[in-house]
């Protein structure tokens, strides 16, 4: 492709830093693979805040702050070098037990983000096509006068509360709690399109829906296999982790439909159809089962229903997989060899095992093959399952969703009660705040609101259809962006539908551009995480602290401080911050922190107090490279980050859990089993575990999970404190306020959640055992109706939500491309942050499309070329064709952090003065068809259907 010099655009000399990316490489240190050993603290000032830049005095005193990157779930860290109040200098930590010093040019690039020039610099709003400057005093009258009007009309519910994974642990739980005042489920996050399958179908496995390992147990695996996963570009620092693995011998497999900087490492590779896991991860059981290489032991003691696999895997036969995935019989026979005689295993996946009808079907069929292999529990195996920003895991964990309060506890009457008690807010007085009519799915308080992949249909559907009171009205989106929607018209005329749109977020983003309105936009200027402080929690579940770098820029405002001042605004101010202090305008981050260790004993957070958490971040030097354990110190035998669930109070100071359910160790050094979620029996079979149980323990056996009565028929009772026993009563481990259940059970060697078998039958999803089942949108009708997809249905999360009656149109003729989407090394998310940054937005300049070289001389179009892509819904963008073998024939591929651009029209005129990205492009993600989990509505983007054809002057 061409290469225009973004570095000598006018645009980019007018930036704060004035250079180019070649001059900021010859000063830094770095080189054109990547940094050099070199310290990247080259002696160039940042100006601060201004359009034109600021002098620094680089004799000035210098402060150095501990940060974590802000882009992927890795969780690396920065050492941030700040002068007379700007950020000057960084370096990656080498002494961070995640990091050791590495970096990926996104992390490198972190000081841009933080100091960037195209950020929204104070609160405006959209007026006759103008974006008008506001005060923040009549931004948020204005929002707040708006929402007070949809609730008076339609009630609580008219209002979409989209949140963010770039949120800090307190920010997301706070949001979550302000929706829950405000009366309404409707609030979600990006989770839901990107691992919400993951989330409930992992835990609908063995308990937790997390990564059971970490990346520097990688280091452990004998073998690994990658499926829709390409760390190598999405997780570049991990992807060191992964190598070190092979350098100690570690068997690298990777299925993928493209041919990846992943793949390039591996020791097999099959490229596979998009779509088709569950199959391909069947056909690799069929060889294990066939040979007898599945691990029977632990299958009969910690695993229920394998039989019921077996069964089902005798239909995917090496032919049958091979039909449906176009993998062949010798290269599935030779995976299945190696990961049975390689072991302890790992199996990796990310979005591109998640963002499908049978997302849930998927990622269950990864555990169950972990499961009969008897790797998960195990040090060098696991599901490590690979997140995308920065506290994805986090926001998810606090509940920043719209099917489950915080920490996992649902919406039911006791998890409201649960939560009311911490929150010290009347019960009724919450109940009081939501709609109080029954619908199709029952009442609003006690059933899953909205989730952000369909919020456009919660506003154009017809109301009649909706488990809700009449549509959407109004919609905050904070910190997420319009270009991670599908259906790109559909989402547009949504937008253009609304009463008013909120956008908070560092960025514009696409959400202020895609619609044709004219009025009803605000935007509020939101801090970095650089211009505030709190946790955040990596994808293995270490929980890091940031500290502060910088003050907020311009006129921006900590989240946190913005959802207090909307609270104030709504009336519900004094019970969001009850028990929080208030600073001026700014709640304490600390005291959020103690509020979620109060509350958030599922996952056990209530051990990682912020004292706790801040002795760590000081200690990054004390904790082993392999193992994640401080040796030595004053945090000595801690696990870096207390990696949750971290038990008990912060006084009882468990050490955090490295590894799930490995019952090679004591549960107060970090041991666990696996959960008994599930009840005891099912079907006459019992399902809690028979002869396996964690290191230590008194119950030699299963047991189910903790309670007040269960303690006293143990004959325990009496270990609890009187304090404790008074808390305690009529509780259960979960809701057990003192921690003493927690605290007794462990203190006997148990697991606070039981002693449970795994489960490979969820009877209460809709494939109990996980099936191939065709996308919505096929080319391959040659395998319906025998793989065709589920009937619709009439309620998914408040809405309908289609199946087989878009499968049973014939697409395929006119729409003959498979098409699939993928991460790129340079940008992250939506692109919004990272399009903005220079030398980034230098390495990758256009959107375009993987095209097969035959498929270029197929369709008459060359290396370079513009085409259209359209889909057989309507949507359609322009990309430039990168001709490739990468990609199999017959598949296409788009990367899918571009926006600005719609229907190949460039839209970002439309953006405020200043603030318009370097790089824009076609949203992969708007060309996307229709297509969600029936388990979670998480949306389609990994596998669709469309026709290109070049454009034409």
């Known amino acids: 492709m061409q290469l225009k010099k973004i570095g000598d655009q006018s645009a980019v000399k007018k930036s704060v830093l004035g250079l180019n990316r070649r001059h900021f490489i010859k000063g830094a240190g770095m080189t054109a693979g990547g940094i050099s050993a070199a310290s990247i603290f080259s002696g160039l000032a940042i100006g601060k805040v ?51 010093g590495g970096h990926c040019a996104k992390g490198a690039a972190l000081r841009d983000h933080g100091s960037g020039d195209k950020r929204v610099k104070y609160p405006m709003k959209l007026v006759a ?13 204005d929002i707040g006068d708006k929402m007070l009007k949809v609730r008076e009309e339609q009630g609580p519910d008219g209002i979409m509360w989209i949140g963010s994974a770039k949120f800090s642990n307190e920010q997301a739980y706070f949001y979550r709690k302000l929706a829950s005042l405000w009366g309404t489920n409707n609030t979600d996050h990006s989770a839901r399109i990107c691992h919400s399958t993951t989330v409930a179908g992992v835990a609908n496995t063995w308990g937790y829906g997390a990564m059971t390992n970490s990346f520097n147990d990688m280091h452990n695996a004998k073998s690994v296999l990658f499926i829709g996963s390409n760390p190598a570009e999405a997780h570049p620092v991990g992807m060191q982790h992964i190598l070190i693995g092979k350098e100690r011998g570690s068997k690298l497999i990777v299925f993928d439909p493209r041919y990846t900087r992943t793949a390039a490492h591996a020791h097999i590779f099959g490229q596979m159809r998009p779509g088709t896991d569950i199959a391909v991860i069947w056909g690799l059981l069929w060889h294990i089962f066939e040979n007898g290489w599945e691990d029977k032991e632990y299958i009969k003691q910690r695993v229920y229903a394998m039989d019921q696999v077996m069964e089902v895997v005798k239909q995917y036969t090496p032919e049958e997989v091979e039909k449906i995935s176009g993998i062949d019989k010798e290269t599935m026979y030779k995976a299945a060899h190696t990961l049975a005689h390689n072991k302890p295993g790992m199996v990796c996946w990310a979005m ?7 997302g849930n079907g998927n990622t269950r069929a990864y555990c169950i093959l972990e499961l009969a292999l008897g790797n998960i529990g195990q040090p060098g195996g696991g599901a490590n399952i690979f997140r995308g920003h920065d506290n994805v895991q986090g926001a998810t964990d606090m509940g920043c969703l719209s099917n489950t309060l915080p920490a996992y506890y649902g919406l039911s009457e006791g998890a409201w009660k649960h939560w009311s008690g911490v929150w010290g807010v009347d019960l009724d007085w919450i109940k009081g705040r939501f709609d109080q009519t029954k619908y199709g799915q029952g009442y609003p308080m006690n059933t899953t609101g909205i989730p952000c992949s369909r919020w456009p249909d919660a506003v154009l559907e017809e109301p009649a259809k909706l488990s809700q009171k009449g549509n959407v009205r109004g919609v905050l989106y904070w910190g997420q962006s319009v270009n991670t929607i599908t259906r790109g018209e559909h989402t547009k005329k949504a937008l253009d539908a609304l009463d008013f749109m909120v956008i908070v977020d560092p960025h514009p983003s696409s959400t202020s551009i895609l619609g044709d309105r004219k009025d009803g936009i605000y935007l509020l200027p939101a801090a970095t995480q650089f211009e505030t402080y709190g946790s955040v929690t990596a994808s293995n579940r270490s929980i890091q602290w940031r500290e502060k770098v910088i003050e907020p820029l311009f006129e921006s405002k900590p989240d946190h401080t913005i959802m207090y001042l909307l609270a104030k605004k709504l009336g519900i101010g004094e019970q969001l911050t009850k028990h929080i202090q208030v600073n001026g305008e700014e709640p304490l981050v600390e005291d959020i922190t103690r509020e979620i260790n109060k509350g958030c004993w599922t996952i056990g957070y209530t051990g990682s107090s912020p004292e706790r958490l801040k002795k760590h971040q ?6 082993n490279f392999d193992t994640l354990k401080a040796e030595g110190g004053p945090i000595d035998g801690d696990y870096y980050g207390l990696p949750w669930p971290c038990w008990g109070t912060p006084e009882m100071n468990h050490p955090g859990t490295p590894i799930l359910y490995n019952t090679s160790i004591p549960v107060s050094e970090g ?12 079907e006459g079979t019992n399902l809690l575990a028979e002869g396996s149980y964690p290191k230590g323990s008194d119950i030699q056996d299963g047991y189910p999970e903790f309670s007040a009565a269960m303690l006293q028929q143990l004959g325990w009772w009496d270990d609890l404190t009187v304090k404790e026993k008074t808390a305690a009563e009529n509780k259960n481990w979960k809701t057990d306020l003192s921690g003493g259940i927690q605290r007794v059970a462990i203190k006997h060697g148990c697991a606070p959640f039981g ?16 099936i191939h089942r065709e996308p919505l949108y096929t080319v391959r009708r040659d ?30 003729a006119e729409f003959p491309l498979i098409i699939t989407s993928f991460r790129l090394v340079e940008y992250e998310g939506g692109g919004e942050e990272t399009r903005s940054i220079s030398w980034l937005a230098e390495l990758q300049q256009e959107m375009f499309v993987e095209v097969n070289p035959a498929d270029c001389n197929d369709y008459g179009v060359q290396h370079d070329d513009m085409v259209w892509l359209e889909s057989p819904e309507g949507n359609k963008i322009q990309a430039k064709v990168m001709s490739t073998p990468r990609i199999v024939r017959g598949v296409i591929g788009i990367p899918y952090h571009f926006a600005g651009h719609y229907e190949g029209k460039d839209i970002t005129d439309r953006y405020p003065e200043g603030t318009k990205p370097y790089v824009s492009g076609g949203a992969a993600d708007q060309l996307w068809t229709y297509g969600y989990d029936p388990v979670t509505n998480i949306q389609e983007t990994k596998v669709s259907i469309c026709k290109m054809t070049k454009v034409t002057a």
């Not at 990157?69 to 002494?95: I, L, M, N, R």
């Not at 591109?352 to 049978?358: A, D, I, N």
């Open 352 to 358: 591109g095992g998640t963002q499908h009808t049978v």
């Open 755 to 770: 002693n449970a078998k795994a489960r490979c039958n969820v009877w209460t999803f809709p494939d109990h055992i996980p």
């Open 50 to 100: 201004k359009a034109e830049e600021t002098a620094v005095d680089i004799s000035a005193p210098k402060t150095v702050k501990r940060t974590i990157c802000s882009h992927c779930s890795h969780g690396c860290g920065v050492y941030a070098e700040v002068q007379q109040g700007v950020w000057t200098k960084q370096e990656p930590a080498f002494d961070h037990p995640f990091n050791a």
């Open 671 to 682: 041991g666990l089993c696996f959960r008994a979620r599930f009840g005891i029996e099912h």
């Open 618 to 623: 000081k200690n990054w030097h004390t904790f």
């Open 783 to 812: 395998l319906l109706p025998k793989y065709e997809t589920h009937d619709d249905f009439e309620y998914i999360f408040r809405l309908p939500t289609l199946y087989k009656s878009i499968q049973q149109q014939d697409h395929s």
């Open 129 to 141: 096509g103008k974006w008008q400057r506001m005060s923040w005093d009549e931004a948020l009258n």
